[in-house]
């Protein structure tokens, strides 16, 4: 098992992480680009849970 690599992007003046493994799977920090739409990026994630189209 490799380790994962950690990047940073910005967008918007926004920083969002990146993580890397073996240039194969690569994953976005959700949280990070929740935060650009609120101060709580939980609430941000519940509002989009509860629509049905997200399901």
Do not use: C, H
Request: hydrophobic share 35%; no cysteine; aromatic share 12%.
């Amino acid at each position: 098992m490799s380790k994962a690599k950690k990047d940073t992007i910005e967008a918007k003046g926004f920083a969002i992480q990146i993580y890397t493994e073996d240039f194969k799977n690569d994953y976005i920090s959700l949280t990070d680009i929740a935060r650009y739409k609120s101060d709580e990026p939980s609430d941000v994630f519940k509002n989009w849970m509860r629509r049905k189209d997200t399901i």
